[in-house]
């Protein structure tokens, strides 16, 4: 038996005691492997897989990872499309599309999930492109961290960001289905109060990320979308209580925690504005004009047409004035929120042209209740229509706006009137 303190235990061992060591350590890893192999593969539905791409700025994407045999089949809740690394249109993959490549349990340092061949899916991340030869700088290597039968989390081997595996109950194809849905229905409509223990709190939940201040400190936790609500990418703590995953009530239209202790609570009617996915028109009528705005903002609206009318392009005939989701692709222009202008010009039979100035609207006021609507910059086609600017001048001049509708629940018109100047107002319907 070995004797002395630690610092002279390597010394006084004998040669067959190291190997003895060795050999259990050795045998540990081997076992280790054996262990995580078998937990992979024990899962008939497969597993749930929270990946976090690059500087976690997107958050997470759900994943379905099915390992058998010493083959994994993967597939994801978004389109996976290399054509915008590559320029080839033949490495695209539609959401849920399975792709099946080998893998590998292996001991190094620590225990190592590794996607050992190339798998379209996940490698996409850590493919080269451009100048960037680390791609988005993501993993396809993973250190296991801690787990059992139920959930296991690793750790990306050079870039350190979490994996979470959480055993499925019901089929991939199932879970992606539902997990889509789900970012449909949360994606989009942000979400700025949360009731914590009884107490109201001001949050930012929105895109993929839960913002908040607490103690004076504040805290950016990216989530990734579930077939019944959200995870987060790891536990996080509000007013003393935490949470690492919520729930969505869709008859409440709210998120809880396990323990319904921290609820975020359901949208205002001026959140789901802000953050609209249709176009709201401004009242214009090309053979009546402008209609349902102050004197101020239809004589800018006149001065528009005038100006089209003696375009560079020949006669020009505006149809259109909006503000909300862009009309045009992201493809053609990558603004989202847009104050929106489409016309038609007078050559043969026609043809519609659209035009656009980026902006950012948000909710400002102790109860949420009034519109901010700041300029970006201007959008595809703008520096031709450059008249057109004093209208984007005046809608953001008059910014923050008291905001009320015809119908809270299911409003199809707006009025905004400006906080500063009850003078300067505008009504915006939805078309039919």
Sequence with gaps: ????????????????????????????????????????????????????????????????????????????????????????????YTAAQEVTSSYKVKS???????????????????????????????????????????QLVLRGKKHDKLLTLTRLTESPATYLSQVIATRAKLGDIPRKRAMVNGQLMNIEFTNNHLRF?????????????????????????????????MTYNAESNELASADGRVVMLAPTSTERFVATTRQWYFGYDKTAGASDMCDDLKTIVNDIVRNFKNS????????????????????????????????????????????????????????????????????VGFDSKTYCQPFVDFITGGSPYVLTFDDNDNPAEAHLTSLADESKWFKLKLKK
């Excluded at 061949?117 to 290597?141: C, M, R, V």
């Excluded at 053609?332 to 043969?348: A, F, K, M, P, T």
């Design 1 to 92: 038996m070995c004797c002395g303190i630690a610092a002279t235990a390597v010394t006084s061992c004998s040669p067959e005691t190291e190997n003895v060591f060795g050999e259990q350590a050795a045998m540990r890893l081997q076992q280790a492997v054996a262990n995580y192999s078998n937990t992979l593969e024990a899962a008939p539905q497969g597993w749930a897989m929270d990946f976090y791409p690059g500087d976690l700025t997107d958050g997470g994407i759900a994943y379905t990872a099915v390992f058998k045999n010493g083959r994994v089949t993967l597939s994801c809740e978004l389109p996976i499309d290399y054509s915008k690394l590559i320029s080839k249109s033949e490495y695209v």
């Design 108 to 150: 190094e340092n620590s225990i190592v999930l590794s996607f050992d061949t190339f798998n379209a899916l996940i490698h996409y991340w850590s493919q080269p492109y451009g100048l960037k030869a680390d791609g988005f700088a993501s993993d396809y290597e993973f250190t296991f961290v801690s787990g059992n039968d139920s």
């Design 213 to 245: 201040t607490d103690n004076e400190k504040k805290h950016d936790v990216p989530f990734t979308f579930t077939a019944n609500g959200i995870r987060f990418y790891e536990p996080v703590t509000l007013n003393g209580i935490s949470c690492e995953s």
């Design 312 to 379: 560079a392009w020949g006669y020009e005939v505006l149809n259109d004035i909006y503000i909300g989701l862009n009309l045009q692709s992201a493809a053609v222009d990558e603004h989202r929120l847009v104050i929106g202008w489409h016309s038609r010009d007078n050559y043969g039979m026609g043809s519609s042209n659209y035009f656009c100035y980026g902006i950012e609207m948000d909710t400002s006021g102790d109860n949420l209740q009034y519109v901010v609507i700041n300029p970006t910059e201007a959008g």
